[in-house]
T-cell receptor, first 113, second 113 residues
Framework: GAGVSQTPSNKVTEKGKYVELRCDPISGHTALYWYRQSLGQGPEFLIYFQGTGAADDSGLPNDRFFAVRPEGSVSTLKIQRTERGDSAVYLC???????????FGPGTRLTVL | GQQLNQSPQSMFIQEGEDVSMNCTSSSIFNTWLWYKQDPGEGPVLLIALYKAGELTSNGRLTAQFGITRKDSFLNISASIPSDVGIYFCAGQTASSNTGKLIFGQGTTLQVKP
């Protein structure tokens, strides 16, 4: 693969529930990105981590969305009080500081019923 | 959010034909990337472009960074059935310092054997 694993691959939940999506990149890539891809659309940026800190969270749609990367490797995207409109594929990408190329994981397909 | 204008939306061609697709933006971009996405997978990086006028090849794929820095083109020569998929352009604006990518809506390519 692209050196990024994401779990779970599929998540079905009910409206109002809390979900966590995990991204595990290979070591040595300090930059980590989350994107959301709705059906028939290109990915849309959510948040960028450089090391442990969120350097740019301007793409998070509202305060129900939050992401962490406490040790600078694995990241978790957390969605509270899920809504049907949150249904999408959530993609994680790794990158190197100062480089433009981003390498994507397979994504987590989230379905909110 | 902001997206690039990618065209055509879809193409249905005969095996062996050449394919062209393009991406335009109202903003100046510093970097253009082209990705291919298969069903159920994350986008896979095909080509990265860094300078206006740059022409880069990867096998049968050739991409160009437009002189105006507001567009990019991808050509596929002598298409084969495994070229089927969705192709996305993506770029980083001149004003971005976080590396986040802005994606086009995608071009769906179907190849008839």
């Amino acid at each position: 693969g692209a050196g990024v694993s994401q779990t779970p691959s599929n998540k079905v939940t009910e409206k109002g529930k809390y979900v966590e999506l995990r991204c595990d990149p290979i070591s040595g890539h300090t930059a980590l990105y989350w994107y959301r891809q709705s059906l028939g659309q290109g990915p849309e940026f959510l948040i960028y981590f450089q090391g442990t800190g969120a350097a740019d969270d301007s793409g998070l749609p509202n305060d129900r969305f939050f992401a962490v990367r406490p040790e600078g490797s694995v990241s978790t995207l957390k969605i509270q009080r899920t809504e049907r409109g949150d249904s999408a594929v959530y993609l994680c990408a790794r990158g190197l500081a100062g480089r433009s190329e981003q390498f994507f994981g397979p994504g987590t397909r989230l379905t909110v019923l | 959010g902001q997206q690039l204008n990618q065209s055509p939306q879809s193409m249905f061609i005969q095996e062996g034909e050449d394919v062209s697709m393009n991406c335009t933006s109202s903003s100046i971009f510093n970097t253009w990337l082209w990705y291919k996405q298969d069903p159920g997978e994350g986008p896979v990086l095909l080509i990265a472009l860094y300078k206006a006028g740059e022409l880069t090849s990867n096998g049968r794929l050739t991409a160009q960074f437009g002189i105006t820095r507001k567009d990019s083109f991808l050509n596929i020569s002598a298409s084969i059935p495994s070229d089927v998929g969705i192709y996305f352009c993506a770029g980083q604006t001149a004003s971005s310092n976080t590396g986040k990518l802005i994606f086009g809506q995608g071009t769906t390519l179907q190849v008839k054997p």
